[in-house]
């Protein structure tokens, strides 16, 4: 049976719809940045998406090719991810959809290397006749982030965060969104298929413990 990420990293990927802190292990992404509305017919967020089932699925069929991988094993192809952040916003305004910068990811397995992506960049770009040159290869270590289960549409998710943000308050974290760590989402429903209030997307967000006054004091001293 195929190895299938969803099942085998449950706790990354299919959490409950209420908040839970996790640490996320570094892994190796298909990457794809750009900026605008992500519901554009045609616009740079569905060319991006575009480019990274291309490399994705070159990858995963890479085993029926004259091409071989060390360490290959059958997989599924994780579900598209997305990181979001607007300039000078402070978290996400939901109704400026074209300020929206992006990177779009896919999760690669562990025994994908650089050289195993550029074959794969190549290849689908000769064999589509796409150009998938502006994927990239990325490594993004996560850490300490607090998660949850959205379902309905995106323009409901402000409801959800702020339950993410209570227990945050509750349980002595802010949220440490920054230039590098950003605002998450995992797409776990297809749009095209499934009614927006049965959409199922896991949000995420980066998160710090807050310092109280002993703790700084046990640094201190120690």
């Given at each position: 049976?195929?190895?299938?990420?969803k099942?085998e990293?449950?706790?990354?990927?299919?959490?409950?719809?209420?908040?839970?802190?996790v640490t996320v292990p570094k892994?190796?992404?298909?990457?794809v940045r750009?900026?605008g509305?992500?519901?554009?017919?045609g616009g740079?967020y569905?060319q991006?998406?575009?480019?990274l089932?291309a490399?994705?699925?070159?990858?995963?069929?890479?085993?029926?090719?004259?091409y071989?991988?060390?360490?290959?094993?059958?997989?599924?192809v994780?579900p598209?991810?997305?990181f979001?952040?607007?300039?000078?916003?402070?978290g996400?305004?939901?109704?400026?959809?074209?300020?929206?910068?992006?990177i779009?990811v896919i999760r690669l397995?562990?025994?994908i290397?650089?050289k195993?992506f550029?074959?794969?960049?190549?290849?689908?770009?000769?064999k589509k006749k796409?150009?998938?040159?502006s994927?990239?290869?990325?490594?993004?270590?996560?850490?300490?982030?607090?998660?949850?289960?959205?379902?309905?549409?995106?323009?409901?998710?402000?409801?959800?965060?702020a339950?993410?943000?209570e227990?945050l308050?509750k349980?002595?974290?802010?949220?440490d969104?920054?230039?590098?760590r950003?605002?998450?989402?995992?797409?776990l429903?297809?749009a095209r298929r499934?009614?927006?209030?049965?959409?199922?997307?896991v949000i995420?967000?980066p998160?710090k413990?807050i310092?109280t006054?002993?703790s700084l004091?046990?640094?201190r001293?120690?």
């Amino acid at each position: 049976m195929a190895f299938d990420f969803k099942k085998e990293y449950k706790e990354f990927y299919m959490p409950k719809n209420k908040s839970e802190i996790v640490t996320v292990p570094k892994a190796n992404y298909i990457a794809v940045r750009g900026k605008g509305d992500p519901n554009k017919e045609g616009g740079e967020y569905q060319q991006a998406i575009s480019v990274l089932y291309a490399v994705a699925y070159t990858l995963k069929m890479s085993y029926k090719t004259d091409y071989k991988i060390e360490g290959f094993f059958e997989y599924v192809v994780p579900p598209l991810e997305g990181f979001w952040w607007q300039d000078d916003i402070d978290g996400i305004d939901y109704t400026n959809k074209s300020s929206f910068n992006w990177i779009s990811v896919i999760r690669l397995p562990d025994f994908i290397t650089q050289k195993d992506f550029e074959w794969a960049v190549e290849t689908a770009t000769k064999k589509k006749k796409l150009d998938c040159s502006s994927a990239e290869f990325m490594t993004i270590d996560e850490g300490l982030c607090i998660q949850i289960m959205h379902f309905g549409s995106f323009d409901d998710e402000p409801a959800t965060v702020a339950l993410m943000d209570e227990y945050l308050d509750k349980n002595g974290y802010v949220n440490d969104i920054t230039d590098t760590r950003l605002h998450h989402e995992i797409y776990l429903s297809d749009a095209r298929r499934v009614a927006p209030e049965k959409w199922k997307t896991v949000i995420r967000h980066p998160i710090k413990k807050i310092e109280t006054t002993s703790s700084l004091q046990k640094r201190r001293t120690s």
